[in-house]
């Protein structure tokens, strides 16, 4: 069974960082990637950056985060993480992460989620 726990979201200022962690279990990086996802008050859910087995050292960004958000693993803690740099008020939502399909210039979504965790910058 895919289980996926987030971690690592809270308050900060425009222009600091936050580092998110995904502990995930129940599948290895053969079998799905891993993608952070983040949906905001009356928005829909938006892929932010996703990195799998296939995408052949080219993560997936989104254009907004490019520069700012970097995607990492750690194999042996089951644990994916994105750290996430100069931070912007529009960054603002929860994020979760989940299984998906991907590689440099696109993002599939399984729709297996985590409970999400959320981040807040104030301007």
């Known amino acids: 069974e895919v289980h996926l726990v987030e971690s690592g979201g809270g308050l900060v200022q425009a222009g600091g960082s936050l580092r998110l962690s995904c502990a995930y279990s129940?599948?290895?990086?053969?079998?799905?990637?891993i993608g952070w996802f983040r949906q905001a008050p009356g928005k829909e859910r938006e892929g932010v950056s996703c990195?799998?087995?296939?995408?052949?050292?080219?993560?997936y960004y989104t254009d907004s985060v490019k520069g700012r958000f970097t995607i990492s693993s750690d194999s042996a803690k089951n644990t994916v993480y994105l750290q996430m740099n100069s931070l912007k008020p529009e960054d603002t939502a929860v994020y979760y992460c989940?299984?998906?399909?991907?590689?440099?210039?696109?993002?599939?979504?399984?729709?297996?989620w985590g409970q999400g965790t959320q981040v807040t910058v104030s301007s």
């Open positions: 129940g599948f290895t990086f053969d079998d799905y990637g």
């Open positions: 990195m799998s087995s296939t995408s052949d050292g080219n993560p």
């Open positions: 989940g299984t998906a399909s991907c590689a440099g210039w696109y993002i599939f979504p399984h729709h297996n």
